[in-house]
Nanobody, 123 residues
Framework: QLQLVESGGGLVQPGGSLRLSCAASGSTFLYAIGWFRQAPGKEREGISC???????AYADSVKGRFTISRDNAKNTVYLEMNGLKPEDTAVYYC??????????????????WGQGTQVTVSS
C-alpha cells in the first residue's frame, strides 16, 4: 500500500512562503493527490488537488496564493504556499486515491493519508 510522508512545514512570518512536499513510497503515476489542512478546533479543509493527468483545483481560501504540482519521476507532490496569513496556520496533510478521473478536495474520496506537517504563520 502506498505510504505518504509530508515535509516542509515550519514557522513563517505573515506574507512569507513555504513549500510542502508529499513523498510517496511508490509510483503516484495513477493517483490523484489532495492537500488538506486542519486547524485546532476546526474541521479538516480540502485546499488543493492534482489529478493523475495534472489537472488542478483549489479552494477559494488559497486560490492565487498556493500552487500544487507533481513530479512523477520523484513520486512527489508539492504545495507552494505564498502570501501566508495567520489563518493558514494548521496541520497540513496530503492524501492519495488511485483514479484516472480528475481530483477532488473532498476528504472522504481519499484512502491513503500522510501523518501531517505543522505550518505556523506568526510574527
Amino acid at each position: 500500500q502506498l505510504q505518504l510522508v509530508e515535509s516542509g512545514g515550519g514557522l513563517v512570518q505573515p506574507g512569507g512562503s513555504l513549500r510542502l512536499s508529499c513523498a510517496a513510497s511508490g509510483s503516484t503515476f495513477l493517483y490523484a493527490i489532495g492537500w488538506f489542512r486542519q486547524a485546532p478546533g476546526k474541521e479538516r479543509e480540502g485546499i488543493s488537488c492534482i489529478s493523475a493527468g495534472g489537472l488542478t483545483a483549489y479552494a477559494d481560501s488559497v486560490k492565487g496564493r498556493f500552487t500544487i504540482s507533481r513530479d512523477n519521476a520523484k513520486n512527489t507532490v508539492y504545495l507552494e504556499m505564498n502570501g501566508l496569513k495567520p489563518e493558514d496556520t494548521a496541520v497540513y496533510y496530503c492524501a492519495a486515491i488511485r483514479t484516472r478521473w480528475g481530483c477532488t478536495v473532498v476528504a472522504d474520496t481519499y484512502d491513503t493519508w500522510g501523518q501531517g506537517t505543522q505550518v505556523t504563520v506568526s510574527s
